[in-house]
């Protein structure tokens, strides 16, 4: 049982896991402290108000505090963003330039006109139906 742990806890996929959490989180701590430091201040200066972390609206004298929050909203909207924009779309490209420059193999085989069965394409007669078909040329490079 401990072997079976051991082998499951050094695969690939658990190791590059608990990497990207561990940067993940690293990452969010980075955009957290700019929003706080940052952006808040710059959106606080612009409503003539320093204290952007401490608004909050007032219900049957039950106060909200919004203003923690929109920081919260902002630093996930900002992570969100940075990781479309700087990991999602960058790999999304690669893997179709990837897929663009694979060829295509030439067909090895074709359909019969008769009953639709796979042939080779050098074939003079269906293997399955016995049907006299013409050779298909392949195609030049």
Known sequence: MLQEFKKFILRGNV??????????????????AFVKDFLTPLIAAVQGDREFSKYAFELNGVAFPYGDFLNTLITFLLTAAVVFFLVVQPLNRLMELARKKKPTPDPTTHKCPECLGEIPIAATRCMYCTTKVQPTAKKAS
Request: hydrophobic share 70%; proline share 0%; glycine share 6%.
């Open 15 to 32: 190791v590059d896991l608990a990497v990207a959490v561990v940067i993940g989180a690293a990452f969010t701590s980075v955009v957290t």
